[in-house]
């Protein structure tokens, strides 16, 4: 019966390590993106020891094909094989590092609640992972486009071609986070933003996935569009992103 019980408790997905905490002298507890089963919280026994068959398999950043048994507070990692070495890639540089972590911090914060939409999330985060990891494009670049494309996947998906208030079309000279993104001069807000239309173009191609016109954008461009992310994804988190503020912007 105790076999039994166990193997009704066992189940395998694909999940990205998020972010983990030590726990006791050899352990750690282990937050999870799951292609299955969303956001999972588990123990990896021992992974601390020198001894540990799949430790480095369960550091942040990396995807793993994994088997988990359900436990009552916590899951446990009872296998581990590695999917997508991110780890290194990211880590041993500070730029792309702290892009991943703000990506990890938002997909967290993202899918805490939000089960339905976990398998896009998962996709989303992959892509991004490996993006950073083999320097497709700049990270401050690939950090907004998950940005974006993460808040529209969980229901905000922000306008940047017509006028998020009233649908008409653009271009338009500025932007509400309150109102959903661009707006018009007669729905414009007061204390809306006033980008310059090369940023709009930029936040655009961000969010479709136009990484040629992305690349090209200049660096004014760049910096006035992470402004209105950032402030975007804070709107709507109404929480602030602890990551956001050691990404570099140049």
């Given at each position: 019966?105790?076999?039994?019980?166990?193997?009704?408790?066992?189940?395998?997905?694909?999940?990205?390590?998020?972010?983990?905490?030590?726990?006791?002298?050899?352990?750690?507890?282990?937050?999870?993106?799951?292609?299955?089963?969303?956001?999972?919280?588990?123990?990896?026994?021992?992974?601390?020891?020198?001894?540990?068959?799949?430790?480095?398999?369960?550091?942040?950043?990396?995807?793993?094909?994994?088997?988990?048994?359900?436990?009552?507070?916590?899951?446990?990692?009872?296998?581990?094989?590695?999917l997508g070495a991110y780890g290194h890639g990211i880590v041993s540089d500070y730029a792309?590092?702290?892009?991943?972590?703000?990506?990890?911090?938002?997909?967290?914060?993202?899918?805490?609640?939000?089960?339905?939409?976990?398998?896009?999330?998962?996709?989303?985060?992959?892509?991004?992972?490996?993006?950073?990891?083999?320097?497709?494009?700049?990270?401050?670049?690939?950090?907004?486009?998950?940005?974006?494309?993460?808040?529209?996947?969980?229901?905000?998906?922000?306008?940047?071609?017509?006028?998020?208030?009233?649908?008409?079309?653009?271009?338009?000279?500025?932007?509400?986070?309150?109102l959903g993104g661009a707006v018009c001069s007669a729905?414009?807000?007061?204390?809306?933003?006033?980008?310059?239309?090369?940023?709009?173009?930029?936040?655009?191609?961000?969010?479709?996935?136009?990484?040629?016109?992305?690349?090209?954008?200049?660096?004014?461009?760049?910096?006035?569009?992470?402004?209105?992310?950032?402030?975007?994804?804070?709107?709507?988190?109404?929480?602030?992103?602890?990551?956001?503020?050691?990404?570099?912007?140049?």
């Amino acid at each position: 019966m105790a076999g039994k019980s166990f193997a009704s408790r066992t189940y395998r997905d694909e999940g990205v390590i998020l972010r983990t905490h030590k726990l006791g002298e050899a352990d750690r507890i282990l937050v999870l993106l799951t292609r299955g089963h969303g956001q999972v919280r588990a123990v990896a026994k021992g992974v601390r020891r020198t001894s540990s068959k799949f430790g480095a398999r369960l550091e942040p950043f990396m995807v793993a094909d994994l088997q988990l048994s359900s436990g009552r507070n916590l899951d446990i990692v009872t296998q581990a094989t590695t999917l997508g070495a991110y780890g290194h890639g990211i880590v041993s540089d500070y730029a792309r590092y702290t892009a991943a972590a703000a990506i990890a911090e938002t997909a967290e914060r993202l899918t805490d609640v939000d089960g339905e939409s976990a398998n896009a999330h998962y996709h989303l985060v992959i892509g991004a992972l490996a993006a950073l990891n083999r320097g497709a494009h700049a990270p401050e670049l690939i950090l907004d486009s998950y940005l974006l494309r993460a808040l529209a996947t969980a229901g905000w998906a922000p306008s940047f071609t017509v006028c998020a208030r009233c649908g008409g079309p653009g271009p338009h000279t500025a932007f509400s986070a309150a109102l959903g993104g661009a707006v018009c001069s007669a729905c414009r807000p007061p204390g809306s933003a006033s980008p310059s239309p090369d940023t709009m173009v930029l936040l655009a191609a961000l969010l479709s996935g136009d990484w040629p016109t992305a690349d090209a954008a200049g660096q004014q461009a760049r910096r006035e569009s992470a402004g209105l992310v950032g402030g975007y994804l804070q709107w709507h988190l109404e929480r602030v992103v602890k990551s956001l503020q050691h990404v570099e912007r140049v």
